[in-house]
Each structure stands twice: as C-alpha cells, then as structure tokens.
C-alpha cells in the first residue's frame, strides 16, 4: 500500500514548524516479506515525529494509502461493515500496530483503467460509487491519526560512548577523543567509529562466508565496508579541516560464536545502525551546510540500507539458532531498544549546536517511536 502523509495538526503546538514535513511520501510499517522490516518506513514515520519540532509526542496527521488486491481482499472478507472497514485498513495498514487513535476515516472507490490495481498511487481518480463493493479493484482510505506515545524523564547517560555512526565490531574499543563542544572533535569521534565500523563489516563477511551464509548477504557486507570507508574519509576530513586527530581503530579478535554475533547484529545493527540512520536523515535536512549537510544526507542513505541488511541478517541468524539463542537475541535487542532513549538524549546534550542533532527531549521521543515502532512491525 502506499501512504501519503498529508499535513500535522495546525492546532498541535508543534506542527508545520517545517513547512518542508507537510508532504511526505509513506510506505506501511509492517510491509515486509517475511520477518523482514521495511526500515524505511519506520524512519519516516520517526521523522514525521520531528517533524513537529519539539519533544511532545501527541501529533495529529492525516494519512492516505491505497489498497488493492490481497490486502483490499482481506479488509472486505475480515470485516462486515464499512465502516469496520475504513477503520481496520487505518489501524492494520497504515498505523503500524495500534501506535495512533484512528479519529476518523473515509474510503473512496478508485477508476484503475489499464493499470494494475497493484500500480494505483495515491490521490487516484475516484467514483461516487460505494467504495467497498467487490466490483472495485482499489480503494483510498484517508484516515486521521492521534499518535499516543507519551514523553517520559529519561535516566542520564554519560553521552560520549555512542553517536549515530554505524556499525561497531566486536572488540570496540571506543576512541579517546570525547564529545565536547568542539566540531572537529566531534567529527574526529565520527570518523573514528566509521573507521570501526569498517572492520565490523569486513568481519562480519568473513564470518557469513565460513558458516556458508547466502552469498547476497556476504556481498551486501563487502558493499557497507566500502560505503563505510567513504564515510570515515568524508568525516576525517571534516575534523582535519578543523584541525582535529582522528585516532586509529584497534579493535580486540572477532568472536566465532554464532549466539554472540546474532546478538552482536541485533544490536549493533538493528537498533543503533538503524537508529544512526534516522539521525542522519534528521542532521541532512537540519545542520548548517558548513557543517557536513551533505555529508549526512550520503550517511543517511547509506546508513538506511545497512539497517535493513541488519534486520535481513537477523532473519537467517535466528534460522540458525535453536530456542535459547532466539530467546537471547530477542532479550538483548529488547534492552538495547529500552536503553536508546536515554542513550540518544545524553549524546544530543553534548552534540555542539549546528550539526543537526535533534534537542535531547526530541531525540528521546524520537527513540522511543522507534523503539515501538519496531516492536509492533
């Protein structure tokens, strides 16, 4: 199905402070194949929470999709009543799991022609027909949303031992350099941990080919080393130009065991890779274009398609493990997602101003949306 973000609630304090945010193209959160996340809709939907501008988690939106054959099919036969209907296809389809009050819903017949149903993008040319009737092969379902994440105090964190960089490898240890308020340093902190993250990516390919994982996940490993070599250059000369030292990455020996590199990727990948992604996306379109704009909106991308690889990963990891380690993944993740918030809002504390880092009250609620999103996909 395809969403479309139409516009904030004019009367929520926080919206269309960026009148950039007010249309934005969606794909539902819980499309995927499998066990496999779209990652990028949970980034766009955290986003679409800064989009408000400040740390308030009550945000009004109108969203619109359309559905067409099998999930058109199972909205029809599942509910009994129009508008059982219209509000079903909000809450399953557009609302990742019940995160939103549905205040309300209308569902329009759609004219396909020669297209199929399938290809029909929202606004569609639609008829005055009832929309639910099985003649129609697509139907818009417009429907406004109340999103019911509520703030809560987050406990400190001491904000130097994490910044939105990708991927660490096993052994990391973490660069002498802190975050202060100083650019080139924080840079310098950045190049480092893509540095680092290098290393994470060529041994976790080495890893996949010893244990006879499909090769497109062994290639896809190679491909991130490479983004991430990018990366750490673009930062190191970032930091150089403001007369920062990037240090070198001596990380200890990988591990072969298959329990710890599946909990070592649901972490480090699935939560603070992907995390790292919509950080970026957020310094892209917010830091100072002097401040390495550009650079982000590269990471960002980047960083997006090394998430989704993560939770790729994920899927054969845990085909590999037997009840135990499944449930060993499944508890480090759901820690890492606890602990993000508080470890987001301590890091933008001391991110210095300019960079595009979301306010630490905004990063905290940014984190939690995706920790719930997550969850509920």
């Avoid at 499998?34 to 939907?45: D, E, F, H, I, Q």
């Avoid at 972490?267 to 950080?279: P, Y």
Wanted: aromatic share 4%; net charge negative; with cysteine.
């Amino acid at each position: 199905m395809k969403i479309v973000a139409r516009a904030a609630n004019p009367a929520h304090p926080c919206a269309n402070r960026n009148p950039s945010a007010r249309s934005r193209d969606y794909t539902p959160v819980h499309e995927h194949d499998g066990a496999r996340y779209r990652l990028a809709s949970v980034l766009k939907l955290v986003l679409l929470v800064a989009a408000g501008g400040c740390g308030e988690a009550e945000i009004t939106v109108t969203l619109s999709g359309i559905l067409a054959e099998d999930d058109l099919d199972q909205i029809r036969e599942e509910n009994e009543t129009d508008a059982a209907r219209c509000s079903a296809a909000c809450e399953d389809m557009l609302t990742g799991g019940g995160l939103y009050t549905v205040l309300f819903c209308t569902a329009d017949a759609c004219t396909v022609g020669d297209a199929p149903p399938s290809e029909v993008r929202t606004p569609c040319r639609t008829t005055s027909d009832p929309p639910w009737d099985p003649k129609h092969e697509a139907v818009q379902v417009t429907c406004e949303l109340r999103d019911e994440l509520e703030t809560e105090d987050e406990d400190e964190d001491d904000g130097c031992s994490w910044l939105a960089c990708g991927r660490r490898p096993h052994g990391h240890r973490e660069a002498a350099v802190r975050t202060t308020d100083d650019v080139g340093e924080w840079f310098a902190a950045g190049a480092y941990l893509e540095r680092a993250s290098v290393t994470a990516f060529d041994e976790l390919a080495g890893w996949l080919e010893r244990h006879d994982a499909p090769a497109a996940l062994v290639e896809r490993c190679r491909a991130a080393a490479l983004d991430e070599i990018r990366h750490a250059d673009s930062m190191a000369e970032l930091a150089r130009q403001r007369g920062a030292v990037v240090h070198e990455c001596g990380p200890d020996a990988p591990v072969e065991d298959l329990v710890a590199v599946a909990i070592h990727n649901a972490v480090e990948g699935c939560v603070h890779e992907s995390f790292s992604a919509i950080i970026a996306a957020h310094q892209a379109t917010h830091a100072r274009d002097d401040f390495g704009r550009g650079t982000f909106a590269e990471l960002a991308a980047d960083e997006l398609r090394h998430g989704q690889l993560a939770w790729d990963l994920n899927v054969w990891l845990l085909g590999q493990l037997d009840d135990d380690g499944r449930s060993a993944v499944a508890l480090a993740q759901r820690n890492a997602l606890a602990a993000l918030p508080a470890r987001v809002a301590a890091t933008a504390r001391v991110t210095p101003r300019g960079l595009g880092w979301p306010s630490p009250s905004l990063a905290s609620t940014m984190a939690r949306r995706f920790a719930a999103l997550m969850a509920a996909a």
